[in-house]
């Protein structure tokens, strides 16, 4: 066969013809529009020929326009060469005036049978103007037309349906079984839509609806349908109303499988909404751990004057009363500051080595009292679990803060499970999972057979004051605070529901291979007071003043400073035992003030307080090994025993 190929690219031009000689045909070959045209219009022009959609000056579709508008062209094969593939463009192309079309990058066997499908149809229409009488050339046009529809069917990668107005199936093409799993003979008679899933067959039914309204157009839709193995699939197509069609009198309806496609762009969705909500998140907390830290230096004002009129033994009960009222109420907002503080990851954690098979174990008897006897706690641990650093008091918080929510979430009972497992998240996993590092994990699963979340519900489920509870049922800050204690131990926590069909929450902390150390004993002693000498350097004139008091009270000699630059003149001359400051402060904080302090007075001792921590003091809020820090809010008690410790531990 003398065929024609035209292509603006050296090499694909060469790659085509290549292949057609080694098939032993003719080829000439072009590198534009024009001169395909001049060749296609010539002498011994080719009877087929191989077009590029797009080349300079005249593409591959007005060359196939030209063609067909002149009787004597007219006949010539088209096969369109292109890189599109959506089924707009194709349907555009074949409209045209192309029989058939080829995407680049192709392959041999796919050419050559487009090739030989072409040879057949050119040389059935030679026979048939050549060989036959009218009414014999008649019928063999029809029989070669059906013979093309048939061919086109059952040799298509895609599978293919007819169906009538009732929506019975009446034909199922040779692919069937590569997309649905079914034979031909097993579809024939279904009803088409008792293979859709029922929440798309509303869809379906409209885009039919379309079709009947625009014969011989191709309507596109998507949907998922049932599998022969139970499984569902996502199937990609188009209807065509051919019901006045000779010899189809049908929709047509042309589908693939796309499933993996779906799956891929799930998970691409799902990285970009992780990535949103993390960044979301990350800016609440910021604007959270500020307002905490600010108002924890209220409350250390509030709590501890409330403690030291406390201990006057002249108050009468009416003013007992209401300093203990607002005594509790501090302690309430301490809390909820707390949590803030968890959420923001700017709270001090004191980690250790862990089991969390015996964490879990050591709250399970507390776990179902909490839940109730109308739910089924049951534990699955495994036996081989490996260790994890954290905090264990967090890590318990975690655990309570997620059972109390599965708890009120099976209002009427049902089944929570608790299950620990080893890990292996993979760099493809950690790939559509912001912020996780591909490696081993300990893994932790908390699920429930509860009402679940809807979408929306899920994306907001960890933001602080986020509650689907009634007013007066929750602060919304339980699952903010199990977020922030997860990610501030290095870990990363998800969640994963759907209305009706139950939550579970997912935390991963990562391995260690360190030895779990044996407990120490903890100092029940009184605090008692002292005679040495503290430099207290805060900020906040009101914490300054009572922290003074608290420890003036104990016997302490206190100096005071507004900032690290103050503290450093005031004691120039004086001998200082115990360094008390704040963190963060203007002019010079907390931590570039000791820097001055370990050099030039390596015998004082010092301590920390802060509402946060601050990255120059700590790493992600866990203090380095040796420095010493009391948390804002604190009580009289706790200092007093705080800074007698400290200024102990130079005995040591």
Not at 43 to 59: F, N, Q, S, Y
Not at 77 to 95: F, H, N, P
Not at 410 to 439: C, D, F, Q, W
Not at 617 to 640: C, M, N, R
Request: aromatic share 4%; glycine share 8%; net charge negative.
């Amino acid at each position: 066969m003398r065929i024609l190929i035209a292509d603006d690219e050296r090499m694909s031009r060469h790659l085509l013809e290549s292949n057609l000689r080694s098939w032993g045909h003719e080829v000439v070959s072009v590198g534009d529009g024009l001169e395909a045209i001049a060749v296609l219009q010539g002498e011994d022009a080719p009877r087929l020929a191989i077009l590029d959609w797009i080349m300079p000056g005249v593409d591959g579709i007005e060359v196939c326009r030209t063609l067909r508008e002149c009787p004597a062209t007219a006949p010539t094969y088209v096969i369109l060469l292109t890189t599109k593939r959506d089924r707009d463009d194709i349907v555009e192309g074949l409209k045209s005036g192309a029989n058939d079309y080829l995407t680049k990058p192709f392959d041999s066997a796919e050419l050559q049978a487009r090739v030989q499908a072409g040879i057949r149809l050119i040389e059935m229409h030679v026979a048939l103007l050549t060989e036959l009488s009218e009414r014999k050339r008649t019928q063999e046009i029809l029989h070669a037309n059906e013979e093309k529809f048939r061919s086109l069917i059952e040799n298509s990668a895609d599978a293919i349906a007819l169906f009538d107005l009732n929506g019975s199936i009446l034909y199922a093409s040779p692919s069937t079984p590569r997309v649905l799993g079914y034979t031909p003979d097993e579809l024939v008679s279904v009803k088409a839509m008792e293979l859709i899933h029922h929440e798309d067959r509303e869809t379906i039914l409209r885009r039919v609806r379309d079709a009947e309204q625009q014969p011989g157009t191709a309507i596109s839709v998507e949907a998922r349908a049932w599998h022969k193995d139970g499984s569902l699939r996502w199937v990609e197509g188009t209807f065509t109303n051919l019901l006045d069609e000779p010899g189809i009198r049908a929709f047509v309806n042309n589908y693939r499988d796309i499933t993996p496609r779906k799956t891929t762009e799930d998970m691409l969705r799902e990285r970009d909404d992780q990535l949103n909500l993390s960044r979301r998140l990350e800016a609440v907390g910021q604007l959270a751990g500020g307002i905490a830290h600010d108002f924890n230096n209220l409350l250390v004002v509030i709590n501890g004057y409330a403690d030291v009129l406390l201990e006057r033994q002249m108050l009468d009960e009416l003013a007992r009363e209401k300093i203990e009222g607002i005594k509790k109420a501090g302690e309430r907002a301490a809390s909820l500051t707390h949590q803030l503080l968890a959420y923001s990851r700017k709270q001090v954690l004191q980690p250790k080595t862990l089991d969390l098979n015996a964490v879990v174990n050591n709250i399970g008897t507390m776990l179902e009292r909490l839940i109730g006897e109308n739910i089924q706690l049951h534990l699955e641990l495994n036996p081989t679990l490996g260790h994890v650093t954290a905090d264990p008091g967090q890590i318990e918080q975690v655990l309570v803060n997620l059972v109390l929510n599965a708890r009120d979430a099976m209002p009427n009972g049902g089944r929570l499970v608790i299950e620990t497992r080893n890990a292996e998240l993979s760099t493809e996993y950690a790939s559509l999972h912001p912020a996780v590092k591909p490696g081993h994990y300990v893994q932790v699963n908390v699920s429930d057979t509860g009402v679940g979340m809807n979408e929306e519900t899920r994306r907001r489920v960890f933001e602080p004051f986020f509650t689907t509870k009634g007013v007066g049922k929750g602060t919304g800050l339980g699952l903010s605070t199990a977020y922030g204690i997860v990610k501030q131990s290095g870990g990363n926590i998800w969640v994963y529901s759907e209305p009706g069909h139950g939550t579970v929450f997912k935390i991963y902390l990562p391995l260690t291979d360190h030895a779990i150390a044996d407990e120490p004993r903890t100092d029940t002693t009184p605090a008692s007071g002292g005679s040495e000498t503290i430099l207290v350097v805060e900020d906040e004139p009101m914490v300054r003043q009572l922290t003074r008091e608290i420890l003036e009270l104990q016997g302490y000699t206190v100096l005071e400073a507004l900032n690290g630059r103050d503290a450093l003149e005031i004691s120039s001359e004086l001998h200082i035992d115990l360094l008390l400051t704040d963190v963060i402060m203007p002019e010079m904080g907390g931590k570039e003030l000791t820097d001055h302090f370990t050099v030039a007075r390596p015998e004082t001792r010092v301590l920390f307080m802060s509402g946060y921590t601050d990255d120059a003091l700590a790493h992600q809020g866990v203090l380095d090994e040796g420095l010493a820090l009391i948390e804002k809010p604190f009580s009289p008690t706790s200092l007093t025993r705080k800074v007698r410790e400290v200024l102990d531990s130079k005995a040591n």
